[in-house]
């Protein structure tokens, strides 16, 4: 059996290390996306945020790892579990610490099981599992894994499900026109006015890469991002260093849409860009009609289209991207209770919540913005 270690940072692995035990193709389980938010201050103790990166070695050699965090509260993690942590302190126990497998403030579905074959996944699991309840921690999360994970956790690892909106390209568009035509008359003119009242105010655009930002459009783009948490009365936890950092060792995944108005920036979106999905992180702009949605939803699916981009996934919530393309996707999380009574009583309700969020989907699927298939 390997040997479990915990990490407090992950800039004592050398990058290639880590990185060996994925294969690139998401962004956000990357070294430099990581150990950046922990060297440019996104991370802090008091936001309930301290890397516990669990490990397994052999020897030297790292086989396995997950992203790992010890929680003092649930803020941003996106898979809500404040009710437990209540229901923990009404009969006198302690919800917190909990240790959370996940990116932190990014519910962006991807690998969480570091690891070359299924078999040492499933050895990951136990192990973890096993080193958390020696810590006395009250749980083990591990928030937006692949489907391909799943077979790794064992039958006491609840599993909890939710909804994300997302456009997939189905193969067959090659630009903006060929989306909207498969959508019904009704969504498609509505797209179309959308994209025409911002253009007659004179907004343009302009798509950059990391290697491309030049400060001002780092400093442009972060100053957007601030605003945006300022209105809603939330503390941003990206720093413009990280910014920074992002454009060095990421370059070309680092994507940037800039709206442009008499040649100043007046809004933008910040996208990271893995093998065959483009993922949308923040915006913050002017209040101009039609802005945010040419902003993150448009000017998105337009680059997809001329990359050759799969899927793009702008993020949690939010049921008006239906309407403009971006169809009902099931994401999962898995939870470790290690008090047995709670274990059972959660089990229950994971299983209902599954059944509500079935639904849902099933609401949501009657109605899609595209023509039914004997319609095409």
């Not at 893995?274 to 209040?287: E, F, S, V």
């Amino acid at each position: 059996m390997p040997d479990p270690r915990f990490l407090h940072r992950l800039s004592v692995l050398p990058a290639a290390d880590w990185d060996a035990l994925h294969d690139g193709r998401n962004p956000f389980v990357s070294h430099a996306f990581l150990a950046g938010l922990e060297a440019h201050g996104c991370l802090r103790a008091e936001w309930g945020w301290r890397p516990r990166h669990f490990t397994l070695w052999e020897g030297s050699r790292l086989v396995a790892a997950v992203p790992g965090y010890l929680k003092d509260n649930s803020h941003g993690e996106f898979v809500f579990d404040h009710a437990w942590a209540h229901a923990y302190a009404r009969h006198g126990l302690e919800y917190f610490p909990k240790w959370l497998g996940a990116v932190p403030y990014s519910p962006v579905t991807g690998p969480r099981l570091l690891a070359a074959d299924d078999a040492t996944r499933a050895q990951l699991v136990q192990a973890l599992r096993s080193e958390v309840a020696r810590m006395g921690w009250s749980s083990a999360h591990v928030n937006f894994h692949v489907a391909t994970d799943d077979t790794a956790f064992g039958n006491d690892w609840l599993l909890r499900e939710d909804i994300q909106f997302q456009w997939h390209n189905p193969g067959h568009w090659q630009d903006f026109e060929g989306f909207l035509a498969a959508m019904d008359h009704k969504r498609r003119k509505n797209i179309r006015q959308e994209r025409a009242k911002l253009a007659r105010t004179g907004v343009t655009y302009r798509i950059v890469h990391g290697d491309e930002a030049s400060e001002a459009d780092l400093q442009a783009m972060h100053g957007f991002y601030l605003q945006t948490f300022s209105e809603y009365g939330n503390s941003p936890a990206l720093t413009l260093p990280f910014l920074r950092h992002l454009a060095g060792t990421m370059p070309r995944q680092l994507v940037i849409f800039l709206a442009m108005l008499d040649d100043e920036p007046v809004a933008g979106a910040l996208c990271l860009r893995g093998g065959d999905t483009l993922y949308g992180r923040y915006w913050g702009g002017a209040t101009l009609p039609g802005l945010h949605f040419e902003t993150c939803y448009y000017q998105g699916i337009d680059y997809c289209l001329r990359e050759g981009l799969a899927r793009f996934e702008p993020g949690a919530q939010g049921e008006h991207k239906l309407a403009r393309g971006f169809l009902p996707h099931t994401v999962r999380s898995r939870h470790w209770i290690a008090e047995p009574d709670f274990a059972g009583a959660l089990a229950g309700w994971c299983e209902q919540e599954r059944e509500e969020v079935a639904r849902y989907a099933e609401v949501l699927a009657g109605h899609s913005p595209f023509k039914a298939p004997d319609a095409a």
